[in-house]
């Protein structure tokens, strides 16, 4: 792998970290929402990651592959709702957004798990930071070998 595929490789990790803390972000800032414009609840959402690259098909990939040079970077393939968590529903039948037993929707977000998340993606980005500017550091250090 050369200098810049392994600085592609931390740049697409660092977009992918940050796709991932706006999404918190955007979680975060809808904890309380009990409509959305579609008169429903917010629900949480999450970014699905996968490694970039073309399938293994053509004999450098397959011989790259076998020594271990796969590394291509990351991808953000699509952002999801959660729909396992359950929704939190409060008893508040005073509030206009109450169903017919007083219940409130409220969103599947749950604090704790977010900014735990938001500090994994907050380390991971950093990491990412630290990659490329090593990277960056031995790109450099190799130019003044050749004066």
Sequence with gaps: MGFFNSMNVSASG???QQLRT???SQNLANINTTRDENGNAYVRKTVVVAQKGAPVSSFSSIFNNALGFTAQGV???????????DMRMVYEPENPDADENG???????????????????????EANVTAFNASKSMLLKTLEIGH
Aim: charge should be negative; hydrophobic fraction near 40%; proline fraction near 2%.
């Design 75 to 85: 991808k953000a393939v699509s952002i999801v709702e959660d729909k396992e968590t």
């Design 103 to 125: 219940y409130v929707t409220y969103p599947n977000v749950d604090t704790v798990t977010e900014m735990t998340n938001m500090i994994d993606a907050s380390r991971s980005y």
């Design 14 to 16: 660092m977009t992918v």
């Design 22 to 24: 706006d999404i918190i």
